[in-house]
């Protein structure tokens, strides 16, 4: 099932008061959704019509920037990769300088630049783009991440401006129908795209979303939106967790207890962060 994402507003052409600087369009979500793979698809159907470049973000790794420059979507010197050495999100979010720059650099190495993707570490459902660094984003999910994960929310999920169900071409094994109606009902309306590389149906929707963004960008009728805060939510009880460690008689932790803890409920859990 595609679900084509519908326009902010109608293509609109450029003005004498157009942005001078390229759109930049972030491209989040958790580890294994196919984020690389979607800038592939982006860079391989739009490098005719517009001039694009790449950063990429690993903890200790230049993975996804090889992954790229191998796949040939772009020049080699086109991509460019930042290694945050640090929890992905906080290189997107909460001190953007290391990925400000690199984009600044792209933008004035390869002048004029049109669209710059960033592609976030993979993270969790909490992990967004500051708005300081993009103008846009996507965020990504994949049929293999369950068929409820689109109903677990999050800031990506609800607010960013396209969520993309990917790898729909793993249908036969999941309720893809399912999972995209429950993405629709958490974003309140905003766009959702079903995308397989394999449909061309559904590339095109979302190249047509990309050129769309440039369009409003450099119209100056977009304007960026921070996703915000974590979506409301709920627990099934009023007290707060409190971490305690799982100690032995004489008061020392035990090797497989390091790490863990019990809350006041006895359950045992991964350590908040």
């Known amino acids: 099932m595609t679900q084509t994402p519908a326009p902010a507003t109608t293509d609109v052409p450029p003005t004498e008061t157009s942005a001078r600087r390229a759109l930049r369009l972030g491209v989040a979500g958790p580890v294994g959704t196919g984020k690389s793979s979607l800038i592939a698809l982006v860079c391989r ?64 190495d390869f002048a004029p630049v049109d669209v710059v993707l960033v592609e976030s570490g993979g993270d969790n459902l909490t992990a967004t783009f500051s708005p300081g660094l993009v103008d846009a984003q996507v965020f990504v999910l994949d049929v293999a991440g369950g068929g409820d994960v689109a109903r677990k929310g999050g800031p990506g999920i609800a ?15 999941v309720d893809v129908d399912t999972m995209v ?20 149906t559904s590339v ?19 304007t960026p939106v921070d ?19 799982l100690v032995e008689d004489d008061g020392t932790v035990p090797d497989k207890q390091i790490g863990r803890w019990k809350d006041d409920g006895g359950a045992i859990g991964a350590p908040t962060s």
């Open 181 to 200: 109606a429950d993405a629709t009902a958490a974003r309140d309306g905003g766009p959702v795209l079903a995308l397989s590389r394999t449909d061309p």
């Open 45 to 108: 159907h739009l490098a005719d019509e517009l001039s694009l470049a790449v950063i990429t973000n690993d903890i200790y790794t230049d993975e996804d920037a090889r992954f790229l420059r191998s796949a040939g979507v772009l020049p080699a010197e086109r991509i460019r990769a930042v290694e945050t050495g640090a929890c992905p999100h906080t290189a997107i979010r909460d001190d953007i300088t290391m990925n400000l720059l690199a984009v600044e650099d792209l933008e004035r």
């Open 159 to 173: 607010r960013a401006d396209l969520l993309v169900i990917n790898k729909t071409d793993l249908g036969p094994h």
């Open 204 to 222: 095109e929707a979302l190249c047509a979303w990309v050129r769309r963004m440039h369009q409003q960008h450099v119209a100056g009728t977009h």
């Open 227 to 245: 996703p915000g805060p974590m979506a409301p939510h709920v627990h099934a009880h009023d007290e707060p967790h409190a971490p305690v460690a």
